[in-house]
């Protein structure tokens, strides 16, 4: 018997984890289908001010991420295991888009709006927060599961 369940164990431990997308019809556009993407996430770049707060994804699903400066002073966000951790399909800045392979971080010269669009992929948790900044409204834990 103990033979037996710790087989069991090792198959179950071995077997590479799968995560399901939301919904089951994901239709032609796959992985990007509207009845796959989470709620946007909000992040805020202004001085003084709580940058968000701290969100668990799914991964294999689709997200939205809204990253908006107020302009109050030259800021930036930095993630690069998060950014490592997603695939990531446009980045929207004035509405120019962008598809790029790789970024470490985004950085608001003046006020604006930056728009992120990806897909959660490498479960774990990660960190994003503005560079030199110590402080823990200074940076959100985003979770893939």
């Given amino acids: 018997m103990?033979?037996?369940?710790?087989?069991?164990a090792v198959a179950i431990l071995s077997s590479p984890v799968v995560a399901?997308?939301?919904?089951?019809?994901?239709?032609f556009?796959?992985?990007?289908?509207?009845?796959?993407r989470g709620e946007t996430i909000k992040v805020l770049l202004a001085s003084g001010q709580p940058l968000?707060?701290?969100?668990?994804?799914?991964?294999?699903a689709y997200y939205k991420m809204e990253i908006t400066a107020d302009g109050s002073a030259e800021l930036a966000v930095e993630g690069a295991s998060f950014f490592r951790a997603i695939w990531m399909n446009e980045i929207v800045i004035n509405s120019i888009e962008i598809r790029p392979m790789a970024i470490d971080s985004i950085e608001f010269d003046k006020a604006g709006v930056a728009e992120l669009s990806f897909v959660a992929i490498k479960p774990g948790s990660h960190t994003l927060r503005i560079p030199g900044s110590t402080g823990d409204a200074q940076s959100i834990t985003i979770s893939i599961q």
């Fill in 52 to 60: 968000g707060r701290d969100v668990q994804l799914q991964s294999g």
């Fill in 20 to 27: 399901a997308p939301l919904c089951d019809d994901l239709g």
């Fill in 2 to 8: 103990k033979k037996l369940l710790a087989a069991a």
């Fill in 29 to 36: 556009a796959g992985l990007l289908a509207k009845c796959n």
